[in-house]
């Protein structure tokens, strides 16, 4: 996605936005939806005891950062399609409705914007059209970015498109995409002694470091977006400035707090500055533009 403001240097060149209950609230009912799907596949496919899947499924979020993460770890053996298919298949979509007001906000800022969620290439490309975002951001860093299936050829990172239909624009792989159903305290922290899961995702600081890098950008001027205390403290411990979206208080590793992704402007007006050859503060007036969203996978 071109910047349309000119050549005016900014203090922030890059928005790495989380997506599930971060462009939306949880409200929407999606996560809870989420989670039922996760717990029902658990039962039926990998016939884990009902009287365990509940809490089983909650202990492995906690531990690895999601449950599919968890359950590659204790060894268990499913096709990630197949999985992601299941468990976003039936998800309450039609609670998302267009925004337009973030749509706006979205394309009136100068910065590189690109998704970084743990969902899967689908889901995201459902959550975006919904929300009528699909062409606000410049990439997408999904499960298929941080998990790329080795039998698939090679992808070119910057031209891949979120659009369904073209069916060979990224690896065929699903993710451990599934939202990141939890619960509100998810500041447990992932422990050294337990399995390590082949799943590369939020909150580990390796996923976020793997992200910066995909998206070849300076943590030092990257601006991160995310609901999870646990992923904002990876962010910062990766070297990115961060915003807890979906609280007012600030958490361990927030540089600022938002209730809502819409109070963004409110909060950090600095996104809208920048700076002219004498270093003085003049706002940015950015043409709106509708570009197509690629997918970084």
């Given amino acids: 996605m071109d910047d349309a403001g000119g050549k005016s240097s900014t203090k922030y060149e890059c928005l790495l936005f989380d997506m599930d209950d971060t462009l939306y609230p949880m409200s929407s009912g999606l996560n809870l939806a989420c989670r039922k799907n996760i717990e029902e596949y658990m039962l039926r496919h990998l016939h884990i005891d009902e009287n365990e899947v509940a809490k089983m499924c909650l202990d492995l979020y906690r531990e690895y950062g999601t449950t599919m993460a968890g359950l590659k770890a204790l060894g268990y053996e499913f096709d990630d399609d197949e999985f992601h298919a299941y468990v976003h298949g039936n998800l309450p979509y039609d609670a998302l409705k267009p925004d337009p007001v973030l749509r706006n906000l979205l394309l009136s800022m100068p910065q590189r914007k690109i998704i970084f969620t743990n969902a899967d290439k689908a889901h995201a490309a459902q959550v975006l059209s919904r929300?009528?975002?699909?062409?606000?951001?410049?990439?997408?860093?999904?499960?298929?970015?941080?998990?790329?299936?080795?039998?698939?050829?090679?992808?070119?990172?910057?031209?891949?498109?979120?659009?369904?239909?073209?069916?060979?624009?990224?690896?065929?792989?699903?993710?451990?995409?599934?939202?990141?159903?939890?619960?509100?305290?998810?500041?447990?922290?992932c422990n050294s002694l337990a399995p390590k899961s082949p799943i590369l995702c939020k909150p580990s600081v390796e996923a976020i470091e793997a992200a910066i890098r995909i998206a070849n950008v300076d943590p030092k001027k990257t601006i991160f977006f995310d609901d999870s205390a646990r992923n904002i403290a990876s962010g910062k411990a990766a070297g990115l400035h961060t915003v807890i979206v979906g609280s007012s208080t600030l958490v361990p590793g927030a540089d600022h707090a938002l209730n809502s992704i819409h109070n963004i402007k409110e909060a950090l007006p600095e996104i809208w500055e920048s700076e002219n050859e004498e270093g003085e503060q003049v706002e940015q007036v950015i043409q709106s533009t509708a570009v197509e969203t690629i997918v970084l996978a």
């Fill in 131 to 189: 929300l009528d975002l699909e062409d606000c951001f410049d990439g997408v860093i999904c499960f298929e970015t941080l998990n790329p299936n080795p039998s698939s050829k090679p992808v070119d990172y910057m031209n891949c498109s979120v659009d369904e239909d073209k069916e060979d624009s990224v690896p065929t792989q699903g993710e451990e995409g599934e939202l990141e159903c939890a619960p509100t305290d998810d500041t447990h922290d």
